[in-house]
């Protein structure tokens, strides 16, 4: 089992940054590719992010592309998404997600453990 639990969320005005955190416990983090997902009222879940389990492998939904960053810290098990030039579009819940094995996925039914969310606002 894994456990996880994200945190950093916020209200922020366009063009202002957040930083995500998603603290992972229970089985070795290092052996899962983690995600990074987000969903407005009345839409479905969207990938936003992906690293490898190594990190040394990113990817991004077009939208976010050039304005988040994803990235992980082994020692400290947690994974982080820096956004910046924040837009009212990225309003949503935002989810950490982890999937088992080294493969990332944009889809959200690969993966196995899912943190609760935590809600990121932008105002106009």
């Known amino acids: 089992q894994v456990q996880l639990v994200e945190s950093g969320g916020g209200s922020v005005q366009a063009g202002g940054s957040l930083r995500l955190s998603c603290a992972a416990s229970g089985r070795a983090f290092s052996s899962f590719a983690m995600g990074w997902f987000r969903q407005a009222p009345g839409t479905e879940r969207e990938f936003v992010a992906a690293?490898?389990?190594?990190?040394?492998?990113?990817y991004y939904a077009d939208s976010v592309k050039g304005r988040f960053t994803i990235s992980r810290d082994i020692d400290k098990n947690t994974v982080y998404l820096q956004m910046n030039t924040l837009k009212p579009d990225d309003t949503a819940v935002y989810y950490c997600?982890?999937?088992?094995?080294?493969?990332?996925?944009?889809?959200?039914?690969?993966?196995?453990?899912w943190g609760r969310g935590t809600q990121v606002t932008v105002s106009s």
């Open positions: 690293i490898s389990w190594s990190g040394g492998s990113t």
């Open positions: 997600a982890a999937k088992t094995g080294s493969t990332w996925s944009r889809v959200a039914g690969s993966y196995d453990y």
